[in-house]
């Protein structure tokens, strides 16, 4: 059975960091695509980051590009999104999931069937 944890988030003020973990069983990372999704209260979920099977291609939303880093060690197989200069509207619910559909872009939510149960980032000062 294939299960995604999310775990780091928190509460931070304005310019704080953050690293959310996704820790991954019953199947093996560097075979599979994993995407950082948000959620904040009343808004669409949307994509944060990427990162492919062998890691060698990583992509990100432009509300996020030189601030957060997406990286992955698969002998522990676990997805890590380096969260830094945060701001107000970083404040959401981050989801990790598995890439099951290519033929759609990676930050579309229909491109995966497998998700985490969510960690709650908020930021305020």
């Known amino acids: 059975q294939v299960q995604l944890a999310e775990s780091g988030g928190g509460l931070v003020q304005p310019g704080g960091s953050l690293r959310l973990s996704c820790a991954v069983s019953?199947?093996?990372?560097?075979?599979?695509?994993i995407a950082w999704f948000r959620q904040a209260p009343g808004k669409e979920r949307e994509g944060v980051s990427y990162?492919?099977?062998?890691?060698?291609?990583?992509d990100y939303a432009d509300s996020v590009k030189g601030r957060f880093t997406i990286s992955k060690d698969n002998i522990k197989n676990t997805v890590y999104l380096q969260m830094n200069s945060l701001k107000p509207e970083d404040t959401a619910v981050y989801y990790c999931?598995?890439?099951?559909?290519?033929?759609?872009?990676?930050?579309?939510?229909?491109?995966?069937?497998?998700w985490g149960q969510g960690t709650q980032v908020t930021v305020t000062s």
């Open positions: 999931a598995k890439r099951d559909r290519f033929l759609q872009s990676w930050y579309q939510p229909s491109s995966y069937k497998t």
């Open positions: 990162i492919s099977r062998g890691g060698g291609l990583t």
């Open positions: 019953g199947l093996a990372l560097d075979s599979n695509a």
